[in-house]
C-alpha cells in the first residue's frame, strides 16, 4: 500500500487534527511543519503532494504507540528505514492493544475471513518458516476495520445525547354525567276558595 493512503486513513480513523499530528510525530522525537503534514496528506495527482517515505511513517507509528500506549523510558526505539506491510500490521496491533480475536473481528465485520494460524504467521519473524507475508489486500481490510470501530466510536463520543422528554400527564378525570336539572315551565293552578 502507498504509506501517503495509510497515513491518511489512519488520520480520518482517529479524528486527527494538524496539532494532534505533529504531537504524535514529536513524541517520536521529529519535529514536523504543518506545511508537511499538508503535502503528506494531499492525493498523489494535487500540486504540492509529498511522497511519505517508509522512515516517516515508521516514525508516526513509533508515535501512534507511544500516545496510546504510553511512552516507554529510556532509549526510544530506531524507526525503520524500510518498512512492510507485516511491519505496518504489527504496529498497529501494539497501538491499539488489539489480540488476535479482536483483529479477526474487525476482519470479519468488513467481509474478510482469515484464521488464527494464518494471522499469526503476519506477526513472526521475517526468518521464522511460518512466516507470511501480508498482502495489500488483508492491511487494506485492517485499516477499514480500524475505521469503523474507532471512527464510530469517536463520532459516538461527540454526538450529543439526546434531551430525556417529559411526557405530560394525558390522564384525563372522567367526569360522570350529572343529570340535566330541568326547569318546568308549569306553574301550579291555583283555585279560589270563597268564604
Same mark, same amino acid.
Given at each position: 500500500?502507498?504509506?501517503?493512503?495509510?497515513? $491518511? @486513513?489512519? #488520520?480520518?480513523?482517529?479524528?486527527?487534527?494538524?496539532?494532534?499530528?505533529?504531537?504524535?510525530?514529536?513524541?517520536?522525537?521529529?519535529?514536523?511543519? #504543518?506545511?508537511?503534514?499538508?503535502?503528506?496528506?494531499?492525493?498523489?495527482?494535487?500540486?504540492?503532494?509529498?511522497?511519505?517515505?517508509?522512515?516517516? +511513517?515508521?516514525?508516526?507509528?513509533?508515535?501512534?504507540?507511544?500516545?496510546? #500506549?504510553?511512552?516507554?523510558?529510556?532509549?526510544?526505539?530506531?524507526?525503520?528505514?524500510?518498512?512492510?506491510?507485516?511491519?505496518?500490521?504489527?504496529?498497529? $496491533?501494539?497501538?491499539?492493544? +488489539?489480540?488476535?480475536?479482536?483483529?479477526?473481528?474487525?476482519?470479519?465485520?468488513?467481509?474478510?475471513?482469515?484464521?488464527?494460524?494464518? +494471522?499469526?504467521?503476519?506477526? $513472526?519473524?521475517?526468518?521464522? @518458516?511460518?512466516? @507470511?507475508?501480508?498482502?495489500?489486500?488483508?492491511?487494506?481490510?485492517?485499516?477499514?476495520?480500524?475505521?469503523?470501530?474507532? @471512527?464510530?466510536?469517536?463520532?459516538?463520543?461527540?454526538?450529543?445525547?439526546?434531551?430525556?422528554?417529559?411526557?405530560?400527564?394525558?390522564?384525563?378525570?372522567?367526569?360522570?354525567?350529572?343529570? $340535566?336539572?330541568?326547569?318546568? +315551565?308549569?306553574?301550579?293552578?291555583?283555585?279560589?276558595?270563597?268564604?
Amino acid at each position: 500500500m502507498v504509506n501517503n493512503d495509510i497515513l $491518511r @486513513r489512519l #488520520r480520518y480513523t482517529l479524528d486527527l487534527s494538524d496539532n494532534a499530528m505533529i504531537a504524535m510525530f514529536a513524541s517520536a522525537n521529529r519535529a514536523v511543519s #504543518r506545511q508537511q503534514i499538508s503535502a503528506w496528506l494531499k492525493k498523489e495527482d494535487t500540486a504540492g503532494f509529498d511522497e511519505c517515505t517508509d522512515r516517516t +511513517l515508521a516514525i508516526f507509528l513509533n508515535g501512534l504507540i507511544n500516545e496510546k #500506549r504510553g511512552k516507554r523510558e529510556g532509549i526510544q526505539p530506531n524507526p525503520e528505514n524500510k518498512l512492510n506491510n507485516n511491519l505496518i500490521f504489527k504496529k498497529l $496491533r501494539i497501538a491499539f492493544n +488489539l489480540k488476535d480475536d479482536d483483529i479477526l473481528s474487525m476482519l470479519e465485520d468488513v467481509g474478510l475471513r482469515i484464521s488464527k494460524h494464518e +494471522l499469526s504467521s503476519f506477526f $513472526r519473524a521475517p526468518e521464522h @518458516r511460518q512466516s @507470511r507475508q501480508c498482502k495489500d489486500q488483508i492491511l487494506r481490510n485492517f485499516l477499514q476495520g480500524l475505521q469503523n470501530k474507532y @471512527r464510530s466510536e469517536s463520532e459516538a463520543k461527540e454526538k450529543p445525547k439526546p434531551k430525556p422528554e417529559h411526557k405530560k400527564s394525558t390522564k384525563t378525570q372522567s367526569k360522570k354525567a350529572e343529570p $340535566r336539572q330541568t326547569l318546568s +315551565l308549569n306553574k301550579p293552578k291555583f283555585t279560589w276558595k270563597e268564604k
